[in-house]
């Protein structure tokens, strides 16, 4: 069983960053595959970033391409999203999630949920 809490989240002004950190606890962090997936007001979830369980491979949906970076460190049971260059259309709660040897853009990928952190960009 793994649980994952998600923190970092807030209100920023547009082009500013954020930085989430999600924290797992339980064992076998390291054979779990991570991903991000926001839920803006109104609309699906949908995938923002993924990372495989050894952080050597990353996928990244097109509209955060070049401004957000997934990353983890498995010594600390922690996978990150830094936020850069943040948009108003970035608005939303941003979950992470984690399935064993999970690389995947879709939701039914992963086993595991945190319970979500807002992010608020304003223009």
């Known amino acids: 069983q793994v649980q994952l809490v998600e923190s970092g989240g807030g209100l920023v002004q547009a082009g500013g960053s954020l930085r989430l950190p999600c924290a797992a606890s339980?064992?076998?962090?390291?054979?779990?595959?991570m991903g991000w997936f926001g839920r803006a007001p109104g609309k699906e979830r949908e995938f923002v970033a993924a990372i495989s369980w050894n952080g050597g491979s990353t996928s990244y949906a097109d509209s955060v391409k070049g401004r957000f970076t997934v990353s983890r460190d498995n010594a600390k049971k922690t996978v990150y999203l830094q936020m850069n260059s943040l948009k108003p259309e970035d608005t939303a709660v941003y979950f992470c999630?984690?399935?064993?040897?999970?690389?995947?853009?879709?939701?039914?990928?992963?086993?595991?949920w945190g319970q979500g952190t807002q992010v608020t960009v304003s223009s």
């Open positions: 999630a984690g399935g064993f040897s999970a690389y995947s853009h879709t939701e039914r990928s992963y086993d595991y």
């Open positions: 339980g064992r076998a962090f390291s054979t779990y595959g």
